[in-house]
């Protein structure tokens, strides 16, 4: 029987625009499309989980306005339970303005909205002692991220911990994580590998873009290649990566199956355009015939 999975994290409704390169500072430049979709990291990582075939919850927090309820049915539409999330009054949901270049790059800018007024009454024990696995990222506040990872460590959850946008942690904060994802950048503004283990984070999967990722623990360092794809849009890389290892886990499968899943999810999710929409469903996955020779 698959363990339960809650998200704890971020719903943004995405802007996105398509242009041939960024803009410089100060440079307007022409764009070739525009399109909105469903997204945030809470959201994007709670809908691959579901997409894949998991199941999962989300905690988090939109508006009340019309973007909540595109969001929601987004959410139900990708088999997550929405039973948890908070409609806060008189505020945004989330946005996040999303440029893409012609060759897949992306970059962010996001308004928090609700997803900033998610408060500590919201994280609450008797909910997180329901679920098995606690993922959280750090698009909420981060007292917030801190504090449900904190009450998850207690109830003798695992944690799955997202490190981004990459912010410096405290020392207890890292300690709570059972599984640390980040990136290059991310690992280097917590403070390094070394750093992470002696905070007490027992796994961590290095994601290397378009070099695949490395699992480190006590027992050494292992690499994985990414496959070689038609690169259209990154905006999901990460969190489908995430939500493909989470699945897997849930599952009982070991990191090293979980990462080897994870890669064909995140290899096939960045040659679709968008954020949710981008991400494949477990059946695409499995029958996809993956060529033999890595990147």
């Known amino acids: 029987m698959s363990k339960k999975v809650l998200v704890i994290g971020s719903i943004n409704k995405d802007l996105v625009v398509t242009a041939p390169r960024f803009p410089k500072e100060g440079e307007t430049i022409l764009g070739n499309s525009f399109y909105t979709g469903n997204g945030g990291k809470g959201a994007n990582q709670a809908c691959a989980i579901g997409k894949l075939g998991g199941d999962v919850s989300i905690l988090g927090a939109v508006g009340d306005d019309s973007f909540a309820k595109d969001l929601c049915n987004a959410l139900i539409s990708n088999n997550v339970n929405t039973d948890n999330l908070i409609v806060k009054n008189n505020v945004s949901t989330g946005i996040a303005v999303i440029t893409v270049t012609e060759y897949g790059a992306n970059n962010i800018i996001v308004a928090q909205g609700a997803n900033a007024l998610i408060t500590k009454d919201d994280i609450k024990e008797e909910l997180i002692s329901l679920y098995d696995i606690i993922v959280i990222q750090l698009e909420i506040p981060l007292e917030i991220a801190e504090y449900a990872a904190y009450i998850a460590k207690k109830l003798g959850k695992t944690v799955v911990l997202n490190p981004s946008p990459a912010v410096k942690l405290s020392r207890d904060f890292l300690s709570y994580a059972d599984i640390l994802i980040p990136n290059e950048t991310e690992i280097d503004i917590i ?78 999710t960045v040659t679709r355009k968008g954020a949710i929409d981008s991400i494949p469903t477990y059946d695409e996955v499995v029958s996809k015939k993956w060529c033999q020779i890595p990147m």
Request: contains cysteine; negative net charge; charged residues 25%.
């Open 191 to 268: 403070g390094g590998i070394d750093y992470a283990f002696e905070c007490g984070v027992k796994n961590i999967i290095l994601t290397l873009g378009a070099n695949g990722c490395d699992f480190i623990n006590k027992e050494g360092r292992k690499h994985f290649d990414a496959y070689k794809v038609n690169v259209v849009d990154t905006t999901a890389a990460g969190d489908s990566f995430l939500g493909g290892v989470v699945r897997m886990i849930a599952d009982n499968k070991s990191i090293e199956e979980a990462i080897i899943f994870a890669t064909k999810v995140s290899n096939i």
